[in-house]
């Protein structure tokens, strides 16, 4: 493939917690090139020490995202011409997760408040029963069908001035998924589970100001699954049952 | 550092949801206050309705009312995304409530003078 003649002039923090500085680096600009082939070319080209996580390269595993020029991204699937300022790139690692090293984080804290929310599932059938007929019609199901294709990327998370405010919030990714959990009616901890999404750090704390949803990069809509959850606490308050 | 998703209207819709919100809970205890006069000490009323007739003090007035109605209109619109089924035209939810916000202050501004 030709190269094209432009350079990128490309800024990449790196450190670790105990702080770091940006570098930058030239790096030859090629037609259809993503944020992640930039950042593979430096690592492969000039700075083999350099830090950062990708698997599957298509937008399946959710492990690429960092802040390109100060907006959370999926790298693999963000082409440089849709990022670019200039010819500038600025990457950094996601926001409000500990970094470990360069533009990797620390998803622990993350991944914990999926369970903090119950957004795991609890079954009430076994592998010997009939599976479930549930029409994907239904009123729950489509609520659910929504929410499920998360690929647990954390660029919600990143968004979300909450979870800058208050670090205990349990953050769109989580409460989306406890969403679509609370409309799976095979699940047997609904009470739970409601009681998890209403605890101090719950979804009452959100603004509903939909950064989450502006930059979800598979189009989900954490803001409209946490004002589900809104609606349904009200309602389960009102009747008494948390 | 201006954060880029921070120039989002909704995010804007937001930033001045709260922000009414705060000069609101500011001046209306002052509000309440002037309005007790008429109860205990009416001449000290008739002296804080006479400056009400400053051009400056109506220009305030009218920002109080335009932020009343933000703070007004912004709520319903929070109340209507939460509780309401999911609209996709969020933005043009924010545009409408500050629209209409502006549309009243514009209004009284005319009666005002
Ligand atoms: S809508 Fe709620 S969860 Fe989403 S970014 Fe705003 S506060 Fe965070
Ligand atoms: S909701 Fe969207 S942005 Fe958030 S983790 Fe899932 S895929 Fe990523
Ligand atoms: S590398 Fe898997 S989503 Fe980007």
């Known amino acids: 493939m030709a190269e094209l003649s432009d350079e990128l002039e490309v800024a990449v923090w790196q450190g670790d917690r105990a702080g770091g500085a940006m570098r930058i680096y030239s790096v030859p600009q090629r037609p259809s090139q993503t944020v992640l082939d930039v950042v593979t070319w430096i690592q492969r080209n000039v700075e083999p020490g350099l830090s950062y996580r990708f698997a599957c390269r298509v937008g399946m595993c959710g492990s690429c995202a960092m802040m390109v020029n100060g907006q959370p991204r999926w790298a693999c699937r963000t082409h440089i011409k849709a990022a670019l300022a ?3 790139l600025e990457l950094r690692p996601l926001r409000n997760l500990p970094v470990i090293k360069d533009l990797a984080c620390d998803m622990s804290e993350f991944f914990h408040k999926w369970q903090q929310a119950e957004g795991r599932f609890y ?8 599976v479930a007929k549930i029409s994907p019609a239904s009123p729950r199901r489509a609520a659910a069908n929504k929410g499920i294709e998360c690929i647990n990327c954390a660029a919600c998370y990143a968004a979300c001035d909450v979870v800058a405010w208050n670090p205990g919030y349990l953050g769109p990714a989580a409460l989306n998924r406890a969403w679509t959990l609370l409309n799976d009616v095979r699940d047997g901890a609904q009470k739970r589970r409601q009681r998890a999404v209403l605890q101090n750090n719950g979804c009452q704390n959100c603004h509903s100001m939909q950064g989450c949803a502006s930059f979800c ?22 009747q008494g049952q948390v | 550092m201006m954060r880029p998703h921070h120039k989002s209207s ?8 709260r922000l009414s919100g705060l000069i609101l809970a500011l001046f209306l205890p002052l509000h309440f206050y ?22 400056v003090v109506k220009f305030m007035e009218c920002t ?17 995304l939460e509780f309401l089924p999911w609209h996709s035209r969020q933005k043009t939810l ?3 409530s500050s629209a209409a916000a502006l549309f009243l202050a514009c209004l009284f501004l005319l009666r005002a003078f």
């Open chain 1, 123 to 130: 079954p009430t059938a076994d592998r010997h029963e009939p």
């Open chain 2, 34 to 55: 002037v309005l007790g006069l008429a109860l205990v000490d009416t001449a000290a009323l008739d002296g804080y309705l006479i400056l009400t007739r400053n051009p």
């Open chain 2, 94 to 96: 924010v545009a409408a």
């Open chain 2, 64 to 80: 109080l009312v335009f932020l009343l109605a933000v703070h007004l209109f912004g709520g319903l619109r929070v109340l209507a």
């Open chain 1, 217 to 238: 990069p598979v189009a989900l809509n954490p803001t409209a699954a946490i004002a589900g959850l809104k609606r349904t606490a009200l309602r389960a308050i009102r």
């Open chain 1, 86 to 88: 200039g010819n500038h």
């Open chain 2, 10 to 17: 909704l995010w804007l819709g937001f930033l001045l949801h």
